[in-house]
């Protein structure tokens, strides 16, 4: 391996139409996946294209966020990043698990899925 989520039901709240909750609502208790990267790491260039088709594949399921280690390098710090790319898999803003390296498509999606479930 190269170094450089779990959906739950919102009840509908009583005489509401559409669940009754604002995008933001729903987008606070879907999963989001950090991929922390750099410009210039070769595996966080091999993992790109393949983090972009799974943001597709996942669109209102998971919310996918990229976040550049140089020029936001106070939030890898809060995340404790030693190596990049580094996934980290939150739901409630609680990191859940994370992955460290590029892997294949499938493996992010058995992982991805994994969380789903």
């Known amino acids: 391996m190269l170094s450089c989520i779990t ?8 005489g509401s139409a559409r ?9 606070k208790h879907m999963l989001k996946l ?3 990267y750099a410009d210039w790491c070769g595996p966080c260039k091999i993992m790109t294209p393949i983090f972009e088709e799974l ?11 990229r976040v550049d280690v ?7 710090s809060d995340f404790g990043i030693m190596s990049i790319p580094t996934f980290v898999l939150l ?7 994370r992955k460290v390296g590029a892997m294949p498509k499938e493996m992010v999606k058995t992982w ?4 789903l479930s």
């Open 7 to 14: 959906l739950y039901k919102i009840p509908k709240p009583p």
């Open 19 to 27: 669940h009754g909750l604002s995008p933001e609502e729903v987008k």
């Open 34 to 36: 950090l991929d922390f």
């Open 55 to 65: 943001e597709g594949d996942y669109t209102g399921k998971i919310e996918f966020q």
């Open 70 to 76: 140089e020029s936001e390098s106070d939030l890898a």
């Open 91 to 97: 739901k409630d803003e609680k990191e859940i698990d």
């Open 112 to 115: 991805l899925d994994s969380h």
